[in-house]
């Protein structure tokens, strides 16, 4: 809610034996229903050239798996390297570098074909490898983190391994067919697997040859995309047109038609702001989460185009149920029917944001009000005196809070809510980096916070929900050869981010992911709600303005049909953008 992608973090933490690991996230991951409030389309035809400067609210750690790059940071990593599948306007999920999916009957067996280019030769990463079946494997064993075994002597800074390993650990193996197609196999049924590679854009496929150093992976980005890497460092990502990028245009044109980009991290709003206006900056990104003023401000400009997601990101207050207060029910509940949403809405908000009435989105498959702790004060102050009945202490906890200036404002806020149920809330305001470095996933033993913000989940469907919500990803069973690794390493539960060992909502997961329906997805909902693991308050959206020069914003043609969305949680489709 306070911070812009806490879990989307640029920085490590070494959990476990010794093992390393980078937060996964949308975060994120993929506004199906993107509103263009203003358009920049124009009769002109597209033309090829310029170079643009995008503003962006999140820096470029690095681009191997390790480093998961936050959500504007993906967006220029996007313009480098492509998916296998892409969320179209529709907001349906579609393959992009594959050509189609196949599952067998009980979902545990999928055949992925690769797509290969419009006269049958292969697609070909920047550097001239294939995209192919070899390549789609070694992609899929550095994600799965079998890159990392096999040169966890040599791999020193651990750039191989990511949190990724943990969200696919229901895959036990993939296998080369012929050379465009791979069978995975899972452990356990999934019929949406499909959303689970689309992962809110941050499966991105690799060139293999990155996979044969360290080091390089970590420092320099190779892909199918329309762009390749010029320079990069922490606060400033330069990509260059691809001149032998595998698409073109409805006119037959090579795509894209810019020469150059430069992601440049402007970290207050303002300063995007002031960057537009002046034309220093090209296009700036935006969140509700703490930046609403100046979004409402740029949607109502005649000198900007604008676009905005639906409201389809759903932070959350997540709770360590592992240690006190939180390890007990009445605190949590505390806490959750002390939110005064809609005045959170109307005030923090400042109108452009939805009051949650679920731990997701009315259109998201997992969505039910069923037990949903609304607003109630009285309630509120019946739980924190029943928890204080129970232990003997009044309710209070400890938050950690970004430094900047509007997140401050939340956070005082946030306290300020929570005084009125007579529950004491405070905050250390420490860097996004800082809060993860101390570890939120501290490997073992749970969140080192009591309480946290957090971004992960998203979009319309569970696929990407689901590994920040099972208490266990590696099932007992499972014939994943990295499951031994990870539970030896501590890593297993990474992903909880509540630190739950609730049998009763991972065989309602299990039973949902087999199943992929609305029915069954809403009764993990409920139970979640019931146990009150997680507290929410308003929906987020993201937004990007250009100025008057830009053109083609949610005009990229997807490879199986349909359109790109003119905005996502990371940014932009940047191929068929143009500057005039």
Request: aromatic share 10%.
């Amino acid at each position: 809610m306070f911070q812009r992608s806490t879990t989307r973090s640029r920085v490590m933490k070494k959990v476990g034996a010794g093992i390393a690991l980078a937060l996964l996230a949308s975060t994120v991951p993929m506004a199906a229903n993107a509103a263009k409030t203003t358009s920049s389309a124009t009769a002109d035809k597209p033309v090829s050239g310029g170079k643009i400067t995008v503003g962006v609210f999140d820096t470029f750690a690095g681009y191997c798996m390790k480093q998961i790059l936050a959500n504007s940071a993906l967006g220029g990593a996007r313009s480098i390297a492509e998916t296998l599948f892409e969320r179209n306007s529709s907001g349906k999920v579609v393959p992009f570098l594959l050509k189609g999916v196949t599952p067998s009957a009980d979902n545990k067996t999928w055949n992925l074909e690769i797509r290969k280019k419009a006269d049958g030769t292969p697609i070909q990463f920047s550097d001239g490898a294939a995209w192919d079946a070899d390549a789609l494997i070694a992609n899929f064993n550095a994600i799965r983190g079998l890159t990392y075994v096999a040169n966890i002597k040599t791999d020193t800074e651990k750039n191989f391994l990511g949190s990724t390993a943990v969200a696919t650990g229901n895959i036990v193996s993939t296998t080369k067919v012929d050379d465009y197609n791979v069978t995975v196999k899972l452990n356990m049924a999934q019929a949406d697997l499909r959303e689970l590679m689309y992962a809110s854009g941050r499966f991105i496929m690799r060139s293999p040859n990155m996979f044969k150093d360290s080091a390089s992976c970590a420092s320099t980005l190779v892909g199918t995309g329309p762009f390749v890497q010029k320079s990069s460092e922490p606060t400033k990502l330069v990509v260059v047109k691809n001149k032998n990028y595998w698409r073109k245009d409805a006119a037959g044109n090579k795509l894209p038609y810019l020469d150059q980009i430069t992601f440049k991290y402007v970290l207050e709003s303002a300063s995007r702001v002031a960057g537009l206006k002046s034309g220093s900056l090209d296009a700036a990104q935006f969140s509700s989460a703490s930046e609403t003023k100046q979004m409402k401000d740029l949607s109502t400009s005649t000198a900007v185009s604008y676009f905005k997601t639906g409201g389809e990101f759903y932070p959350s207050l997540w709770f360590n149920t592992s240690i006190a207060p939180f390890n007990n029910l009445n605190a949590r509940k505390a806490v959750s029917f002390a939110l005064d949403r809609d005045l959170w809405a109307k005030t923090r908000g400042n109108g452009m944001t939805e009051a949650a009435t679920s731990i997701v989105g009315k259109n998201n498959v997992m969505y039910s009000k069923t037990n949903f702790a609304s607003f109630n004060l009285a309630k509120a102050k019946a739980a924190a005196a029943a928890y204080k009945a129970e232990t003997g202490k009044d309710l209070e906890f400890v938050f950690p809070s970004a430094n900047d200036s509007s997140t401050r404002a939340n956070s005082k806020a946030f306290v300020a809510m929570m005084k009125k149920a007579g529950i004491k809330a405070s905050f250390n305001e420490e860097l996004i980096s800082d809060i993860v470095n101390k570890g939120f996933f501290e490997a073992g033993t749970g969140l080192k916070y009591q309480a946290a913000f957090l971004l992960t989940l998203e979009g319309l469907d569970a696929a990407f929900n689901y590994i920040f919500l099972s208490s266990n990803m590696f099932e007992t069973g499972t014939t994943n050869p990295m499951a031994g690794l990870a539970r030896l390493g501590k890593i297993d539960t990474l992903l909880n981010i509540t630190k739950h060992k609730d049998t009763q909502l991972d065989a309602l997961l299990q039973a949902a992911r087999a199943s992929g329906t609305a029915a069954d997805y809403k009764k993990v909902t409920e139970r979640i709600q019931d146990q009150a693991y997680i507290a929410n308050i308003t929906y987020q959206t993201y937004a990007m303005a250009t100025t008057k020069k830009i053109h083609g914003i949610g005009e990229t043609k997807l490879a199986a049909g349909g359109s790109a969305p003119a905005v996502f949680n990371w940014g932009t489709n940047w191929t068929s953008v143009w500057k005039k």
